[in-house]
């Protein structure tokens, strides 16, 4: 594969401008809206605390994480030969690169407290549904490790998935994003404009140049010895 000097840029540009804008405070009226918004509705809708409080449980992540696996190992059993050893490769290269992008988010020199610790008056679903443990702060929300997460898989989808697994897997990543902004432990822009822009800057250099091509075909080998020791091999 060569350069694609146009995409690797455009991505790159659109990663800055997030950022910026960010940084400029032109997102804030959208962050404090949308946190007031959810915020109201656990006291005055009935079960929405409850919900909010449910979906918000370190084994929920676990089950999403283990969802979003057996997506990527349902593509790679439809496969056969060759391209089964890329999906696993491709599964390996997808961690990895969570990995570094949890890294440079926390390396980013922002501080940035979640609001349901910079408004006082705001309602927690500790308190509202104390009978589940469930996450409604952060001391440092920005950006969104929980949003790494989903934005790494959803760019690896949308360049490497069929299309077909488009339909299911972007709005179920976009819902699955929501829970944390719904419980007030992150902005929405700790999701939009800090864990998207450093998965557009991963999807640059990597499926704009040839470096994820070289990664595969690097690791490639190694996968097909494996899987035909496993018996997976198709």
């Not at 032109?26 to 809206?33: P, R, T, V």
């Not at 020199?109 to 469930?134: C, D, G, M, N, Y």
């Not at 440092?140 to 989903?150: K, Q």
């Amino acid at each position: 594969m060569r350069w694609d000097l146009k995409g690797w840029l455009g991505l790159q540009l659109l990663a800055g401008l997030l950022l910026i804008t960010w940084w400029q405070g032109y997102w804030q009226e959208l962050d404090e809206s949308v946190f007031w918004w959810f915020n109201g509705r656990l006291v005055t809708q009935p079960g929405f605390a409850e919900l909010v409080a449910f979906v918000n449980q370190r084994w929920i992540d676990g089950a999403v994480a283990l969802l979003m696996a057996l997506f990527v190992f349902r593509h790679a059993w439809l496969a056969s030969g060759r391209e089964r050893a890329r999906i696993c490769c491709l599964l390996l290269i997808m961690a990895g690169c969570f990995s570094l992008q949890a890294a440079a988010g926390k390396a980013l020199p922002i501080e940035r407290p979640s609001p349901t610790k910079v408004f006082e008056q705001a309602e927690r679903i500790s308190e509202l549904v104390p009978h589940i443990k469930a996450k409604d702060a952060s001391g440092d929300s920005f950006p969104s490790d929980h949003g790494i997460g989903f934005a790494t898989f959803l760019l690896f989808a949308l360049y490497r998935f069929p299309r077909r697994y488009l339909y299911a897997v972007v709005p179920l990543v976009l819902a699955l994003a929501m829970p944390r902004v719904m419980s007030g432990a992150h902005w929405l822009t700790d999701f939009l404009c800090g864990s998207i822009p450093l998965a557009l800057i991963t999807a640059a250099w990597l499926f704009h140049t040839p470096l994820a091509h070289w990664l595969t075909e690097t690791l490639v080998a190694p996968a097909e010895k494996l899987l035909r020791r496993w018996q997976l091999q198709g």
